[in-house]
């Protein structure tokens, strides 16, 4: 980047400001694995903590090509009618694999891409979902910061990423193809048992066959366990192509966040994702540390082997490894 670094307190006033290239800005500075913009990063969060939290905070995922994009274009204009202003952030499991983000997203979000009100940030690059997951948690902070109201997560539903981006909101939306249970479009029941509220897309396409799926989802989820008591998951009927059925999906959303206020539940779920998210930071650093140690290096190879051998067992290795490590340490 060309371009000379903000302070941090630079960074904090323009994303406060709602000033959009500075808001792109901090973002690539979250995104950043340097250890100096690391520190940047972390010092811009604390100075913007007390503007987050404000936002409603909206996860999607759905089978490849089940029309997320198409339908956060059609949501994302509904909202700005209606005064609000989305954000739509990309979390794309592959992107840990290839390196890259993938998602043509700007492509299928065309009308809300070329509003200025609006703002779409792709998919991080980064090594791993963890590495994925803290940027766009990170990011999500930061356009509630700069006074987005709804933070709308897209994830493709391949069974990696669902779980991140159900901590990081307070509602998940998943969208189903008409035709087809769960085992056809490759969706785990885990997945279904995440979703706040469900929706068939494409229900503009073949609206018999779309209402027999939904029909399916609702009695299949009367065998599931509902996440909360006060909260029985609806499945909508909605084409993101034609905007039919978005009105009643927002109200099924806000209506899902509703619940979660009244049922004083929202504080102790953000609550509950941070420590979570911490958590799994500190088990990131633990492991990383300890595969780097020396005295664990020395030892691993041959007690991998040994393992593999069979002449000892997994519980004892680890135990031998882990006790290596504590003796190593000052
Ligand atoms: N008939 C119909 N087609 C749709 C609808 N929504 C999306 N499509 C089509 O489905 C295809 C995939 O749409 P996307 O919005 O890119 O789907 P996606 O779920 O974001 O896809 P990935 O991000 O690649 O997983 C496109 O060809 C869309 O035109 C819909 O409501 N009705
Ligand atoms: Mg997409």
Redesign the pocket.
Known sequence: MARARLSAQGYAEGVLAGDRAILARAITLVESTRPDDVELAQDLIVRVLPHTGGALRVGIS????????????ALGMQLLEQGLRPAVL?VDPSSALSGGSI???KT?MERLAGDSRAFIRPSPAAKTLGGVARRSRETLLLCEAAGFDVVLV?T??VGQSETLVADMVDTFLL?LQPGGGDELQGIKRGIVELADVLAV?????DPPRSRETAREYRAALHYLRPRRAEWHPPVHL?????G?GLPELWAAVTAHRAALEAAGELQPLRHEQLRTWMWELIEQGLKDTFARSAAVQEKLGPLEQAVLGGSTTPTRAAADLLAAWQASKP
């Open positions: 759905g089978p490849p090509g089940v029309g997320k994009s198409t339908l956060l274009d990309a998602l043509g997203d299928r897209e493709v539903g969208l897309n494409k229900a503009d396409a909605v084409a993101g192509l034609t039919e």
